[in-house]
């Protein structure tokens, strides 16, 4: 009774510029080894894993959206990417709590 685990959060997102992977095409093996690492872990822990694989929409900020005034929308996405990425974890975080 009473014994608490560890939440893992992963998210897993594909970058706009489609660096490792389509849509449609499996994930490489790298990105599976990694992934089957960390549920065997959770699983031997009794922790508990939060995965995302689709970023919260819209990714863009209004502010950024200001910076972006001579850019298309995907290219503004793409110059943000990965600070919007990085804040995702803590955005899983507080949609978990």
Not at 8 to 28: C, E, F, N, Y
Request: hydrophobic content about 35%.
């Amino acid at each position: 009774a009473g014994h608490g685990g560890i939440l893992i959060v992963q998210p897993v997102l594909m970058d706009a510029s489609s660096t490792w992977g389509h849509r449609k095409a499996a994930r490489p093996r790298w990105l599976r080894a990694i992934l089957a690492t960390n549920r065997h872990h959770a699983r031997l822990h009794g922790h508990c894993v939060i995965l995302r694989w689709q970023p919260t929409q819209p990714q863009l900020t209004k502010w950024q959206r200001r910076g972006c005034v001579k850019m298309d929308e995907k290219t503004c996405t793409r110059n943000n990417e990965r600070e919007n990425f990085n804040w995702e974890k803590h955005l899983m975080l507080y949609e978990y709590l």
